[in-house]
T-cell receptor, first 117, second 115 residues
Framework: AQSVTQLGSHVSVSEGALVLLRCNYS??????LFWYVQYPNQGLQLLLK??????LVKGINGFEAEFKKSETSFHLTKPSAHMSDAAEYFCAVSDLRGSTNAGKSTFGDGTTLTVKP | DTGVSQDPRHKITKRGQNVTFRCDPI?????LYWYRQTLGQGPEFLTYFQNEAQLEKSRLLSDRFSAERPKGSFSTLEIQRTEQGDSAMYLC?????????????FGPGTRLTVT
């Protein structure tokens, strides 16, 4: 079974500071990894995903994440936080690749990002 | 592309009543997923469809839960004899094609409160 651990349920940064949200996964096969953002009263929106190839993945709104197989990590970063980045962020791993029944995602418990002015 | 829509957005019901939620996926998306999200947790997988076929059900989905996607378009999730523990946000998502690398597009969710 696959699992995701997000370290830190709440992260607070000042506007303009570096954002770092941590995600570690466990998987018996190379995973597909995702970061989603959820604003209040809205559904989840994809920020970025890792499938194959380059391990540094760039997403929307200036976010990026690096897949590190040796550390089983997929941390999300943004060089300079903006007030509009305040939201809840979820890391997710997809089901086993190669199976016709694959596709469901396993999510972490989320990290709430607060941005202070 | 109007996105994934869910109806209703909010539902308050009394314990023991039946409720039904509807999800309209992005048109031509052949995969549709249902998740449940409780406060302070990430979405938990419930079930998913490829076209009209229900391919997998989570152990979270007790016998009181049933989901359908009769024509491979919209889907319904019914909860019979609701319990207070069923209070949660129910999320629907859809994706195109096959493969675990496909992005899922989420609807805004239906918030269920069982009193």
């Amino acid at each position: 079974a696959q699992s995701v651990t997000q370290l830190g349920s709440h992260v607070s940064v000042s506007e303009g500071a570096l954002v770092l949200l941590r995600c570690n996964y466990s998987s018996s096969v190379p995973p597909y990894l995702f970061w989603y953002v959820q604003y209040p009263n809205q559904g989840l929106q994809l920020l970025l995903k890792y499938t194959t190839g380059a391990t540094l993945v760039k997403g929307i709104n200036g976010f990026e994440a690096e897949f590190k197989k040796s550390e089983t990590s997929f941390h999300l970063t943004k060089p300079s936080a903006h007030m509009s980045d305040a939201a809840e962020y979820f890391c997710a791993v997809s089901d086993l690749r190669g199976s016709t029944n694959a596709g469901k995602s396993t999510f972490g418990d989320g990290t709430t990002l607060t941005v202070k002015p | 592309d109007t996105g994934v829509s869910q109806d209703p957005r909010h539902k308050i019901t009394k314990r023991g009543q039946n409720v039904t939620f509807r999800c309209d996926p992005i048109s031509e998306h052949n995969r549709l997923y249902w998740y449940r999200q409780t406060l302070g947790q990430g979405p938990e997988f419930l079930t998913y469809f490829q076209n009209e076929a229900q391919l997998e059900k989570s152990r979270l989905l007790s016998d009181r839960f049933s989901a359908e996607r009769p024509k491979g378009s919209f889907s319904t999730l019914e909860i019979q004899r609701t319990e207070q523990g069923d209070s949660a946000m129910y999320l629907c998502a859809s994706s195109s094609g096959q493969g675990a690398y496909r992005e899922q597009y989420f609807g805004p969710g239906t918030r269920l409160t069982v009193t």
